[in-house]
C-alpha cells in the first residue's frame, strides 16, 4: 500500500492531484469535491417516505423541496439530528444529518398524532 505524503492512501495514489494538490476536474467538468458538496445539499428519500408520499399523494414539488432543504439548513444550525418540519399542512420527519425525509403525513383531516424521537421542530 503507498503512503503519500497528501494522505491519500492505496495503490495507484500517486497521480490522482497535479503538483499543485488541488483535485483535478472530471470530463464533466466539475471536480468530485463539488459533486460531493452537491450531494450534500440535496434532500433525500427514504423508501419508506416515498411509499408514502406516493400512497397519500402528498406533492413534493421543487418549491416545497427547496422550502424543506432551507428549514433542514437552520434545523442543522441549531444542532438538531431529527426534526419534523410543518410546510402547508404537511408534517415531514427528517433525518437532519443525512438530509433524508423519514416519513411525510398531511396533517389535515383531523386525527391525533404523535411523533416521537424528535429533538425539534421547525415551522415554515
Known amino acids: 500500500?503507498?503512503?503519500?505524503?497528501?494522505?491519500i492512501y492505496g495503490p495507484g495514489a500517486a497521480g490522482r492531484y497535479p503538483?499543485?494538490?488541488t483535485a483535478?476536474?472530471?470530463?464533466?467538468g466539475t471536480s468530485f469535491e463539488d459533486a460531493l458538496g452537491r450531494a450534500q445539499e440535496e434532500v433525500r428519500l427514504s423508501r419508506h417516505?416515498?411509499?408514502?408520499?406516493?400512497?397519500?399523494?402528498?406533492?413534493?414539488?421543487?418549491?416545497?423541496?427547496d422550502r424543506l432543504s432551507t428549514a433542514i439548513d437552520r434545523a442543522a444550525e441549531k444542532g438538531a439530528r431529527n426534526s419534523?418540519?410543518?410546510?402547508?399542512?404537511?408534517a415531514v420527519v427528517v433525518d437532519?444529518?443525512?438530509?433524508?425525509?423519514?416519513?411525510?403525513l398531511d396533517t389535515g383531516?383531523?386525527?391525533?398524532?404523535?411523533f416521537t424521537n424528535v429533538d425539534s421542530v421547525v415551522v415554515g
Not at 109 to 114: C, D, N, T
Open 84 to 90: 419534523v418540519v410543518m410546510l402547508d399542512g404537511l
Open 19 to 21: 503538483a499543485g494538490g
Open 96 to 104: 437532519v444529518r443525512e438530509r433524508t425525509i423519514v416519513t411525510a
Open 109 to 114: 383531516g383531523g386525527g391525533q398524532r404523535v
Open 24 to 28: 483535478r476536474q472530471s470530463p464533466s
Open 1 to 7: 500500500m503507498a503512503l503519500q505524503a497528501a494522505g
Open 49 to 65: 417516505a416515498q411509499k408514502r408520499i406516493d400512497r397519500r399523494e402528498l406533492g413534493l414539488d421543487s418549491a416545497r423541496m
